[in-house]
């Protein structure tokens, strides 16, 4: 839409004909002075030689007086024209370089440069709203992966620093206004390579305005939006919207998981922790009294979730009446000993501290770990700038929304099995979930778990497919064998298998066979993932693996052996 | 009256008028050619060019092509000019000259295409 050629052009407009002027003007003069050649005959530049003086004496080469000695008359005109070049070459340049470091024109060439950026991506990608902490974790995710993605934020230093990122491909990126939908546009929005939008700005509205236009211009393409309010859910939600990630909410639901089944937290926890981040140690929480400072969206889905869990909470917030807080919240910050004192801290066994201020949660968490020592502590952290405090603060659970969004929305795209799983495992009793958290545990080192989806395809799994198109059998044991040591196993396990018929196994048993057309999730050290899909898409390995010896390969040898053992039989 | 206008028009009509007063007469007679007409009329068009640079219109878009192509000839007539009378030991044949006029005819074609667009435009305007 916007031509950088023709706004540079126009813009030089002036200065280019200055310059154009000045050198007719001293070409013309040069021709009309009279002269004298080297036998002291009258003579006067021909054009030529005035435009090859000019040429040099403008640009401030200065070969000398071509090709005779010049006349004073001339020595007079070129003083003028020396000048007049100089000058109007000068304003030129001049002109050209303040164009070039003009802003907007800058901001044209950096939507140009985009554009074209987005016209030549061949592969499929998503399109991110917003890059703060949410759409940051997610592009980065998306891009180890292996998926491209394309960012729109309204903030140019936060595009500035998409393009410091070192990601494993280009991400383009630009500074635009959400509700411009010709950004949406020129980010690919009709592409066909464009799998899905993602709204993930801290503004539900912006979202809804995300959503709502890409639902509109690009129908099919999926929609992922953030929602912290329940009416804008509630309104996203009525256009089809496909997916809608509250933050706190999701929290909440985990938090209350805690309480309810410890082994599943944790079994959630591992699976859906960043990419080879530290494994975290757990703690039951107290099911005693419980303080919740800070009664917004994040208060109210705690403590919601908590009362349904039939935990006594107590309240502390600034503004009880604008909040709607129930009956007996005290009114206070939490940051002042006094209020929590009011609040009964030394008789609580937890806290939660749930402003959307870092520096008042950092100092409701100091204030109250000061009053009660053994007190467990969740803060929200809404910056993730501030991890190094929030992490020497010594909190039991931090709540990062970007984070938990950011990485919800990942698992989505990369392992949609995944989210399968998890749907399924919640539902299942705390004897199940022990059972899984020592399987699991048990292949790890240090590390949380990384968690892969293998489908029994051509495509996928070649070797598989090959030997089950023989009548061999395959089992999940055979995957998850080693391929350099058979008698060992790779420290991964299996989670969850989907017949193509839609039965589902929840961890599946090492002897069950696999069928065309299956999906395996499988969880483990990252390296197993190699050595698997290897297994998978190597038939030597796979038939070594299932027979335990050597496959004959060429036709020559198979021949050989066909023969041997039917001398053998013999 | 906008003086944008008057001058945009004055550049487009200055550069054929002079281009004309350039071809017109025998064709390969040097006397009736003279060299401060071809290098006027080449620096007219020229500024021309310029003027007509950055819209982003069709008709625009078409205002320049004429001129850039108006240019060019005449741009090719000076070069075979200088040829002729710096680099060759003849100096100036009527075969050259022929050439020389023959393309500053084809840069008054251009030039006639221009000033029809301009008038056409102005026309449709009717202001």
Redesign the interface.
Known sequence: MY?II??L?????VP??MV??AY?IS??GL?LMPGMDDQGNPWKM???HAFYFVSFMGSTIGFGEIPYPFSDAQRIWTTLAMYMTVISWLYAIGALFSIVQDKAFRRVVAYANFAHEVRRIRERFYLVCGFGDAGQLLVRELAEHGIRSVVIDKNETKIHSLQLEELRMSIPGLTADFTDSTALVTAGLYKPQCAGVIALTDNDHVNLMVSITSKLLAPEVTVICRAESHDSQANIASFGTDYIINPFDNFAERFALMFRSPSMYLVYEWMTSIHTAALTEFAAPPKGTWIICGYGRFGKAIQQSLSFKGIKTVIVELDPEGTHAPEGTIKGRGTEAITLHEAGIEHADGLIAGTDDDANNLSIIMTSLHLNEDLFTVARQNISSNDAIFEAANIDITMQPGRLIGKQIVDMLTTPLLTEFLRMAIMQNEEWANVLVSRVAGVLTDRTPESWAMTISTIQSPAVTQLLRRGETVTVRDLLTDPREITASLPCVALYLRHQNHEELLLPEDETPLQIGDQLLICGQETAETHMRWTAGNSHALSYICHGYDRPSGSLWRWLSARRSSRADN | MNLEKVVFAFFIVLALTLNFGFFIGDLDDPSHHN??EL?AAL?VS??AT??K????AHIGAVLLATSLVADLQLVAA?VI??IT??ATATGMTPMMMASIVSLSGGALLANITSVIILVTETVMFRR
Do not use: Q
């Open positions: 031509n023709y706004l052009l126009r813009r030089m407009r280019l004909i154009i002027l007719a070409i013309l021709v021909s054009f030529f | 060299i401060y290098f620096v020229l500024i310029i003027m640079f950055g819209d982003r000076a000019w200088t009378e710096h």
